[in-house]
T-cell receptor
Framework: EAGVAQSPRYKIIEKRQSVAFWCNPI?????LYWYQQILGQGPKLLIQ????????DSQLPKDRFSAERLKGVDSTLKIQPAKLEDSAVYLC??????????????FGQGTRLTVV | AQRVTQPEKLLSVFKGAPVELKCNYS??????LFWYVQYSRQRLQLLLR??SRESIKGFTADLNKGETSFHLKKPFAQEEDSAMYYC???????????FGTGTRLTIIP
């Protein structure tokens, strides 16, 4: 099956600018995750969607970050305005809806953001 | 709240020696535990899951609910095992997937 697609792969912006990342999950996967991975740290969950509804966004800095998953398929993550500390790899992952069986999350290649 | 702790950021092991990557978790309930691996220049991918009780690439992990641990083990390390390893926990019902900080495993030839 096709994997999780993310674009762009790399992005360099100046602080206070805006940026958007796009994710296309595996077809049919109900759950979509956005993670932030700062160099040397583990992935930190920013937001989790179940279809087009938000399940968890407790760690999303809502003053500058926003995400949407229209029609329960593709998703975009936006940062406006960006700060230096937002430099990280942004990972998108998807998994099938839990049906009583163990389900794994499949990850995209990530978008490496550098804020200068 | 769910939390995953990997106490070792770096681990170096000689080829052929046993490997153990530690993982402890905190969760009220019965979680699903996973080990994910990221090889150089590749995406994060699932290595194994506790419910399958399987051995992948010679690695095994046993869920110890009493000690709330899910350590990853391999009896004889190989050079291709060098990678970043992340322990992860998924809450049953909420499906929130939480990662540890990771351990960079380096196999010395």
């Amino acid at each position: 099956e096709a994997g999780v697609a993310q674009s762009p792969r790399y992005k360099i912006i100046e602080k206070r600018q805006s940026v958007a990342f796009w994710c296309n999950p595996i077809s049919g996967h109900a759950t979509l995750y956005w993670y932030q991975q700062i160099l040397g740290q583990g992935p930190k969950l920013l937001i989790q969607f179940q279809n087009n509804g938000v399940v968890d966004d407790s760690q999303l800095p809502k003053d500058r970050f926003s995400a949407e998953r229209l029609k329960g398929v593709d998703s975009t993550l936006k940062i406006q305005p960006a700060k230096l500390e937002d430099s990280a790899v942004y990972l998108c992952a998807s998994s099938p809806r839990f049906d009583g069986l163990n389900t794994e999350a499949f990850f995209g290649q990530g978008t490496r953001l550098t804020v200068v | 709240a769910q939390r995953v702790t990997q106490p070792e950021k770096l681990l170096s092991v000689f080829k052929g020696a046993p490997v153990e990557l530690k993982c402890n978790y905190s969760y009220s309930g019965s979680p699903e535990l996973f080990w994910y691996v990221q090889y150089s220049r590749q995406r994060l991918q699932l290595l194994l899951r506790h419910i399958s009780r399987e051995s992948i690439k010679g690695f095994t992990a046993d869920l110890n609910k009493g000690e709330t641990s899910f350590h990853l083990k391999k009896p004889f390390a190989q050079e291709e095992d060098s990678a970043m390893y992340y322990c992860a926990l998924k809450g049953i019902g909420n499906e929130k997937l939480t990662f540890g900080t990771g351990t960079r495993l380096t196999i010395i030839p």
